[in-house]
């Protein structure tokens, strides 16, 4: 498999935002990554199925859903999602983390510094 350099730069990315999450941020992302389950699924509970989720259409997309991952909350977030983005993105956040591989790379990149204790 070839990683994209789209990918990449989210795994860049999610690296370098664990850096200043707290660790009850980092862990609820990954809980909540972790804990989708869809029956049947082949890539159930990974940071693929999550985004595919998210970007389905019938959701918000995955810029959103990574926000209320973080934060643990369920409400609207307006503004708040856009502090999350921009200070990473700038000007095209919405789209740049709402792109699937972008997403996933985000996800894999902010979570790989847990470990299993």
């Known amino acids: 498999m070839t990683v994209s350099d789209t990918y990449k730069t989210g795994q860049q990315h999610g690296q370098e935002w664990a850096k ?16 989708l ?3 049947g699924h082949p890539d159930s509970g990974t940071p693929g199925e999550f985004v595919g ?8 997309g995955a810029a959103i859903g ?5 934060t643990g909350r369920r409400d609207h977030p307006g503004q708040d999602a856009r502090d999350l983005w921009e200070p990473i993105l700038v000007d095209e956040w919405f789209d740049t983390a709402n792109d699937d591989e972008y997403a996933c790379g985000f996800i894999e990149g902010a979570t ?6």
Not at 53 to 60: I, K, L, M, T
Not at 66 to 70: E, K, S
Not at 112 to 117: A, G, H, R, V
């Open 112 to 117: 790989e510094c847990l470990t299993d204790d």
């Open 37 to 39: 389950v869809s029956v």
């Open 20 to 35: 200043s999450a707290t660790v009850k941020e980092v862990r609820r992302l990954e809980r909540r990554v972790r804990n």
């Open 53 to 60: 989720v998210c970007n389905n259409g019938a959701n918000s």
């Open 66 to 70: 990574i926000w209320a991952a973080i």
